[in-house]
């Protein structure tokens, strides 16, 4: 089979020939259901869109399909309200200090962990490792008194951090990262687990250490997994509003974006419109995260259980 | 070597440099600082600053504010986990209550100037913050406001010659009249995500007050006095002829009212035709109004009249309601933003941004920015039977426990009996701690 | 916006975003350091524990050490003292519709329709983006709901489903297609709980569709880099045999992609029983739609019943074992093949 070299940013055209697409018919009705159930799923968010550029007497009077047509009635209204919010620009900086360790410390721990899950035998690590998917149904809301008792008790309390010259967000960092490990561990350790033995043989011939082994095979081949674990556990942090109130507070020089954005309505819901501006404004670093990331979503040289 | 050793000096001469520059931006003493909790967000949070301005500017004390929705779960957390807030405000005192009944608040009887406090407050808000009846003060309010406002448009009364009614048979009569011209009287909405079916047990409430009077009203809400008892179920089933048969009064029906956000409910009043002529809220309800319909006039497009008196035994009876301060932590700092926080001058800052009533009689009504929440206050300290809202006071189970009995009352009203057997069966247990 | 602050800041904000991947790297390379010093008999006994340690450390702390400590409220009164199984007699109480039993039953629906609409949908999309040359664009489209926070995700989907009385302009997307294009009455999504096919409470299946938006993109991402890793050859070996494509995705495609499919599935069954955002900011358990992390909550906040809420959630936990069992199997089943 004459196929041309299959590039990681080429997609499908070489290994469909045009024949076969034409045979099946595949090519008209995949991408009218393709672009259709992708439109479909996109007017909630257009909505929103659209709602963002409209007056809070427009938006209770008529739905965001109206605006469409003449008279508009756009403004910028929501977004200049929203971006004059007070302490936009701290809780910004305070969402990249709580996203990026919160993300890197489970991503690396997880890594290592599942490594050993996948290619070390030890006593227990069955159980363990069970247990641990066990963990993922722990309800979080029950682990705020216990373990921030314990936090007060040891002093890790924002206050006593920054006095002592630390960043207040260490008992959040690792708050996420415990939060977060279960579900890391449980996705790395089945990709990890789907690499070919034989790969780890021949290093092991070659002498490699467990080192290089990790860092020179079982991550590259593992970009895919470790690239939408990044994703994931940065969004999750990125969009948390509860356990960063608990463990960090709402006070003005640690509160994240997400409790700046949902303290712009009153307490009795006035001026909900700006949650609409706010919405899409803090979407835009996930999806910076997301799109620089999908690069990695090619397919592997060798990612994925041949052994089959 | 030279080089190393320059290296190191040009480094140490930098630290010197960074460290000499950030010490030197902190030249100011620092005063102390303050850890707050409130519920006010948005434009709310602005004027709380703005109350708290005078206070910084003079004490030098920095106020760490933090507001959120959640903030029972936010503060049950932080107290368990014995980092609390040093003073926090709730639009409920039931939290504050639990807290005072585990020792977890202060007692504020030397903290605040009590003499000026029972010269400026009316006797009932003291002791509302006198939860313990121990004759300890643990909950100071500062803001105060009125429920039970019937709100209307003028220009809509005047057209058809309707008149406010002054009594409650009045009221009946005029809601007869507005259904028999083909519209419904009534505009309601009970939706509000978590709390939702809070604004049908204000009704339930004011009428309990109005129509049984006060002794049952502070049995009922302290659990002594069932939900199915004659009173109570009177009150439920007057609300009913409100609501009409089928909730054929509100429009909309059942399915609006249960849909329909509290905060949008109003302003069917407002369209033309008017859709309804009658909505019950509280003062806030106006930022609603003028929200969904910029051109909108306090006084000529929109005014109030207070529910009328259901029996002429307890005539002038009001359920109000207002913000409560603790302090769990007595600092020094705390304990002066608590005893500014009393005063009129500080109460007044907020008064003259518009949107709250002052329970300090030093506060002059001219300070009232429009004649609207004048005549709020003015109904307020005029008050004859002035109750707090007896939801706030229940045990936070009872409370959402009652929201819910509310949408269940406006689906079907024929289900009353068992609702309010449910409801005694909470309650059976929600006041054992 | 004050931009002066992120410039203060940003040196800190650098060092941590170098620092934390140092401590990290250093931590692994001085563990592999220590373990070569060992004899060589000793290092695959003691490596492995170097490697899980700091995981397992923070999982104790963060789950194991609470969820022992709910295990133990849940046999407490409000006091501490020892109650046996009591409360979960309470939450148990009133089959069919008193105690946790709403709950339940809520709970199932989602894992039925959350859980099994979440994974095919993923499954398909994932199989049918792969086969355009557009995947990327429209893998960010269905993926951008779950860059969305649970508050805006609420705000959305109460817009959707917005309600207006039948002959007054509707202001609600579903209301509006139902009113204009099929002609129906509109309907009060989040409240009306008339039974779709007899059985499923209309409310219900709002709340789950809110919450299957919001989460799709996550089971594509999964989904899709699995597909990914199934290598080309195999595919195009198939297909030169003469196979149809669905008879591809049944026996490669979908064997291949299996595990991946568990590990998403599972996660998936455990998100649907720890359904709570949407519940509790839609309707707060209201009409009939209670889900067992709201009771809860409720339970832990409202009536300051440790013990009830504890109670809840072993039950809940309770609920995955069956789920692990599953896993187990599929593990030793890979376990076995190697």
């Given at each position: 089979m004459t196929i041309a070299v299959a590039s990681p940013t080429s997609s499908t055209t070489a290994r469909f020939s045009p024949r076969w697409l034409s045979d099946r018919l595949g090519g008209f009705v995949l991408h009218v259901v393709v672009i259709g159930l992708t439109v479909a799923w996109m007017v909630p968010t257009i909505g929103l869109l659209i709602t963002s550029f409209r007056l809070p007497a427009d938006i209770s009077n008529s739905g965001w399909w109206t605006a469409l047509s003449p008279p508009f009635k756009f403004t910028f209204d929501n977004y200049s309200q929203m971006l004059s919010a007070s302490n936009l620009g701290q809780s910004l900086f305070n969402s990249f200090m709580i996203s990026i360790p919160a993300t890197v410390i489970p991503v690396a721990l997880a890594a290592f962990a599942a490594y050993a899950f996948a290619w070390m035998k030890f006593p227990g690590r069955d159980w363990i490792f069970l247990a641990l998917v066990g963990l993922l149904a722990v309800p979080l809301q029950l682990t705020f008194i216990p373990v921030t008792t314990e936090l007060v008790k040891l002093g890790l309390t924002p206050e006593k951090l920054t006095a002592a010259g630390l960043p207040p967000f260490i008992p959040l960092w690792?708050?996420?990262?415990?939060?977060?490990?279960?579900?890391?561990?449980?996705?790395?350790?089945?990709?990890?687990?789907?690499?070919?033995?034989?790969?780890?043989e021949s290093a092991e011939i070659d002498g490699a250490g467990t080192l290089t082994v990790f860092f020179r095979i079982v991550l590259p081949l593992s970009v895919p997994a470790i690239a939408s674990l990044v994703i994931f556990q940065f969004l999750w942090v990125w969009n948390d509003l509860l356990v960063a109130l608990i463990y960090v507070g709402g006070v003005a020089s640690v509160a994240p974006v997400t409790v700046t954005l949902v303290n712009l309505v009153g307490s009795y819901g006035q001026n909900y419109q700006l949650l609409t501006a706010a919405a899409f404004f803090s979407m835009i670093v996930p999806l910076v995260v997301f799109l620089s990331l999908q690069r990695y979503f090619v397919r592997g040289i060798l990612a994925g259980s041949v052994k089959g | 070597m030279h080089q190393l050793w320059l290296k190191r000096s040009l480094l140490l001469s930098l630290a010197a440099i960074v460290t000499a520059v950030a010490c030197g931006t902190s030249s100011t003493p620092s005063a102390g600082s303050v850890n707050v909790m409130a519920t006010w967000t948005g434009a709310e949070q602005a004027s709380f600053m703005a109350v708290m301005k005078p206070f910084t500017d003079q004490t030098g004390i920095t106020i760490n504010y933090e507001a959120s929705r959640d903030q029972d779960a936010l503060l049950t957390t932080r107290v368990a986990a014995g980092n609390p807030p040093d003073?926090?405000?709730?639009?409920?005192?039931?939290?504050?209550?639990?807290?005072?009944?585990?020792?977890?608040?202060?007692?504020?009887?030397?903290?605040?100037?009590?003499?000026?406090?029972?010269?400026?407050?009316?006797?009932?808000?003291?002791?509302?913050?006198?939860?313990?009846?121990?004759?300890?003060?643990?909950?100071?309010?500062?803001?105060?406001?009125?429920?039970?406002?019937?709100?209307?448009?003028?220009?809509?009364?005047?057209?058809?010659?309707?008149?406010?009614p002054n009594s409650w048979d009045a009221l009946l009569n005029l809601q007869q009249t507005i259904k028999s011209s083909g519209t419904t009287p009534w505009c309601i909405g009970l939706e509000s995500g978590a709390a939702s079916g809070w604004p049908g047990s204000d009704w339930v409430k004011e009428i309990v007050l109005s129509q049984s009077g006060p002794t049952v009203y502070d049995?009922?809400?302290?659990?002594?006095?069932?939900?199915?008892?004659?009173?109570?179920?009177?009150?439920?089933?007057?609300?009913?002829?409100?609501?009409?048969?089928?909730?054929?009064?509100?429009?909309?029906?059942?399915?609006?009212?249960?849909?329909?956000?509290?905060?949008?409910?109003?302003?069917?009043?407002?369209?033309?035709?008017?859709?309804?002529?009658?909505?019950?809220?509280?003062?806030?309800?106006?930022?609603?109004?003028?929200?969904?319909?910029?051109?909108?006039?306090?006084?000529?497009?929109?005014?109030?009249?207070?529910?009328?008196?259901?029996?002429?035994?307890?005539?002038?009876?009001?359920?109000?309601?207002?913000?409560?301060?603790?302090?769990?932590?007595?600092?020094?700092?705390?304990?002066?933003m608590m005893k500014y926080l009393t005063t009129a001058d500080a109460q007044a800052i907020w008064v003259k941004r518009g949107g709250k009533i002052s329970p300090n009689s030093q506060v002059p009504l001219a300070d009232y920015p429009d004649a609207l929440s004048k005549s709020t206050a003015q109904i307020l300290v005029a008050t004859k039977i002035a109750k707090y809202d007896a939801g706030d006071q229940m045990p936070s189970d009872m409370r959402n426990a009652y929201w819910s009995a509310v949408l269940q009352f406006a689906q079907n009203q024929n289900n009353l009996n068992s609702i309010l057997a449910n409801l005694d069966a909470i309650q059976a247990k929600a006041y054992t701690s | 916006m004050d931009f002066n602050v992120l410039l203060t800041d940003l040196p800190t904000l650098v060092v941590v975003i170098i620092g934390v991947p140092l401590v990290l790297a250093a931590y692994i390379v001085g563990g592999e350091y220590l373990v070569r010093r060992l004899p060589d008999k000793a290092r695959p006994a003691v490596r492995p524990w170097i490697w899980v340690a700091p995981a397992l450390v923070l999982v104790a702390g963060f789950l194991v050490a609470p969820a022992i400590a709910t295990l133990i409220q849940s046999t407490e009164d409000r006091h501490g003292v020892f109650i046996?199984?009591?409360?979960?007699?309470?939450?148990?109480?009133?089959?069919?519709?008193?105690?946790?039993?709403?709950?339940?039953?809520?709970?199932?629906?989602w894992l039925i329709f959350y859980t099994l609409f979440v994974l095919a949908f993923g499954l398909l999309l994932a199989v049918l983006f792969d086969r355009v040359p557009y995947e990327k664009v429209v893998k960010s489209l269905i993926f951008m709901p779950m860059a969305i926070s649970s508050v805006a995700l609420v705000v959305i989907w109460k817009f959707m489903y917005a309600y207006q009385p039948p002959g007054q302009p509707q202001t609600g997307t579903l209301n509006f297609i139902f009113n204009t294009v099929f002609h129906q009455d509109p309907r009060t999504w989040i409240q009306d709980e008339t039974p779709l096919l007899g059985l499923f409470p209309l409310n219900d299946m709002a709340l789950i569709g809110t919450a299957v938006w919001g989460i799709v993109g996550f089971s594509l991402v999964i989904l899709s880099a699995a597909l990914k890793g199934i290598p080309g050859d195999l595919l195009e070996a198939a297909?030169?045999?003469?196979?149809?494509?669905?008879?591809?995705?049944?026996?490669?495609?979908?064997?291949?992609?299996?595990?991946?499919?568990?590990?998403?599935?599972?996660?998936?069954?455990?998100?649907?029983?720890?359904?709570?955002?949407?519940?509790?900011?839609?309707?707060?358990?209201?009409?009939?739609?209670?889900?067992?992390?709201?009771?809860?909550?409720?339970?832990?906040?409202?009536?300051?019943?440790?013990?009830?809420a504890s109670a809840v959630a072993v039950i809940l936990l309770l609920t995955v074992i069956p789920v692990l069992i599953f896993n187990l199997r599929q593990f030793r089943a890979v376990e076995a093949r190697r």
């Amino acid at each position: 089979m004459t196929i041309a070299v299959a590039s990681p940013t080429s997609s499908t055209t070489a290994r469909f020939s045009p024949r076969w697409l034409s045979d099946r018919l595949g090519g008209f009705v995949l991408h009218v259901v393709v672009i259709g159930l992708t439109v479909a799923w996109m007017v909630p968010t257009i909505g929103l869109l659209i709602t963002s550029f409209r007056l809070p007497a427009d938006i209770s009077n008529s739905g965001w399909w109206t605006a469409l047509s003449p008279p508009f009635k756009f403004t910028f209204d929501n977004y200049s309200q929203m971006l004059s919010a007070s302490n936009l620009g701290q809780s910004l900086f305070n969402s990249f200090m709580i996203s990026i360790p919160a993300t890197v410390i489970p991503v690396a721990l997880a890594a290592f962990a599942a490594y050993a899950f996948a290619w070390m035998k030890f006593p227990g690590r069955d159980w363990i490792f069970l247990a641990l998917v066990g963990l993922l149904a722990v309800p979080l809301q029950l682990t705020f008194i216990p373990v921030t008792t314990e936090l007060v008790k040891l002093g890790l309390t924002p206050e006593k951090l920054t006095a002592a010259g630390l960043p207040p967000f260490i008992p959040l960092w690792l708050a996420h990262a415990g939060y977060g490990l279960p579900f890391s561990i449980y996705l790395l350790s089945n990709f990890f687990r789907a690499l070919p033995s034989d790969l780890f043989e021949s290093a092991e011939i070659d002498g490699a250490g467990t080192l290089t082994v990790f860092f020179r095979i079982v991550l590259p081949l593992s970009v895919p997994a470790i690239a939408s674990l990044v994703i994931f556990q940065f969004l999750w942090v990125w969009n948390d509003l509860l356990v960063a109130l608990i463990y960090v507070g709402g006070v003005a020089s640690v509160a994240p974006v997400t409790v700046t954005l949902v303290n712009l309505v009153g307490s009795y819901g006035q001026n909900y419109q700006l949650l609409t501006a706010a919405a899409f404004f803090s979407m835009i670093v996930p999806l910076v995260v997301f799109l620089s990331l999908q690069r990695y979503f090619v397919r592997g040289i060798l990612a994925g259980s041949v052994k089959g | 070597m030279h080089q190393l050793w320059l290296k190191r000096s040009l480094l140490l001469s930098l630290a010197a440099i960074v460290t000499a520059v950030a010490c030197g931006t902190s030249s100011t003493p620092s005063a102390g600082s303050v850890n707050v909790m409130a519920t006010w967000t948005g434009a709310e949070q602005a004027s709380f600053m703005a109350v708290m301005k005078p206070f910084t500017d003079q004490t030098g004390i920095t106020i760490n504010y933090e507001a959120s929705r959640d903030q029972d779960a936010l503060l049950t957390t932080r107290v368990a986990a014995g980092n609390p807030p040093d003073l926090a405000a709730a639009p409920s005192p039931s939290l504050l209550t639990t807290f005072a009944k585990s020792g977890k608040v202060k007692a504020l009887n030397t903290i605040v100037d009590m003499t000026a406090l029972q010269a400026q407050y009316s006797p009932g808000w003291i002791t509302l913050g006198e939860p313990l009846a121990d004759g300890k003060l643990y909950q100071v309010y500062s803001w105060v406001s009125l429920k039970g406002l019937i709100w209307y448009d003028p220009k809509n009364f005047q057209a058809k010659g309707y008149n406010v009614p002054n009594s409650w048979d009045a009221l009946l009569n005029l809601q007869q009249t507005i259904k028999s011209s083909g519209t419904t009287p009534w505009c309601i909405g009970l939706e509000s995500g978590a709390a939702s079916g809070w604004p049908g047990s204000d009704w339930v409430k004011e009428i309990v007050l109005s129509q049984s009077g006060p002794t049952v009203y502070d049995a009922w809400w302290q659990g002594k006095q069932k939900w199915s008892s004659p009173e109570i179920k009177l009150a439920w089933t007057t609300w009913g002829q409100i609501l009409g048969s089928n909730d054929s009064n509100v429009y909309g029906g059942a399915k609006n009212m249960s849909a329909t956000n509290f905060g949008d409910a109003g302003t069917p009043m407002f369209q033309n035709p008017p859709k309804c002529y009658m909505h019950n809220q509280a003062s806030f309800i106006t930022s609603f109004f003028q929200s969904a319909n910029a051109s909108l006039q306090p006084g000529t497009d929109f005014n109030f009249f207070g529910l009328p008196d259901i029996t002429s035994q307890y005539a002038g009876a009001h359920v109000v309601a207002g913000d409560a301060w603790s302090m769990f932590n007595d600092t020094p700092q705390a304990e002066k933003m608590m005893k500014y926080l009393t005063t009129a001058d500080a109460q007044a800052i907020w008064v003259k941004r518009g949107g709250k009533i002052s329970p300090n009689s030093q506060v002059p009504l001219a300070d009232y920015p429009d004649a609207l929440s004048k005549s709020t206050a003015q109904i307020l300290v005029a008050t004859k039977i002035a109750k707090y809202d007896a939801g706030d006071q229940m045990p936070s189970d009872m409370r959402n426990a009652y929201w819910s009995a509310v949408l269940q009352f406006a689906q079907n009203q024929n289900n009353l009996n068992s609702i309010l057997a449910n409801l005694d069966a909470i309650q059976a247990k929600a006041y054992t701690s | 916006m004050d931009f002066n602050v992120l410039l203060t800041d940003l040196p800190t904000l650098v060092v941590v975003i170098i620092g934390v991947p140092l401590v990290l790297a250093a931590y692994i390379v001085g563990g592999e350091y220590l373990v070569r010093r060992l004899p060589d008999k000793a290092r695959p006994a003691v490596r492995p524990w170097i490697w899980v340690a700091p995981a397992l450390v923070l999982v104790a702390g963060f789950l194991v050490a609470p969820a022992i400590a709910t295990l133990i409220q849940s046999t407490e009164d409000r006091h501490g003292v020892f109650i046996g199984f009591q409360n979960f007699a309470t939450q148990l109480a009133g089959f069919p519709t008193g105690g946790a039993w709403i709950a339940i039953r809520n709970n199932l629906f989602w894992l039925i329709f959350y859980t099994l609409f979440v994974l095919a949908f993923g499954l398909l999309l994932a199989v049918l983006f792969d086969r355009v040359p557009y995947e990327k664009v429209v893998k960010s489209l269905i993926f951008m709901p779950m860059a969305i926070s649970s508050v805006a995700l609420v705000v959305i989907w109460k817009f959707m489903y917005a309600y207006q009385p039948p002959g007054q302009p509707q202001t609600g997307t579903l209301n509006f297609i139902f009113n204009t294009v099929f002609h129906q009455d509109p309907r009060t999504w989040i409240q009306d709980e008339t039974p779709l096919l007899g059985l499923f409470p209309l409310n219900d299946m709002a709340l789950i569709g809110t919450a299957v938006w919001g989460i799709v993109g996550f089971s594509l991402v999964i989904l899709s880099a699995a597909l990914k890793g199934i290598p080309g050859d195999l595919l195009e070996a198939a297909r030169v045999d003469g196979a149809g494509e669905i008879t591809i995705f049944r026996r490669v495609i979908f064997p291949l992609m299996m595990p991946t499919v568990v590990v998403v599935g599972t996660t998936l069954v455990i998100f649907a029983l720890k359904a709570f955002d949407v519940v509790y900011a839609m309707t707060n358990g209201n009409y009939h739609t209670d889900v067992l992390a709201n009771r809860m909550y409720q339970l832990l906040y409202n009536s300051n019943d440790f013990g009830g809420a504890s109670a809840v959630a072993v039950i809940l936990l309770l609920t995955v074992i069956p789920v692990l069992i599953f896993n187990l199997r599929q593990f030793r089943a890979v376990e076995a093949r190697r």
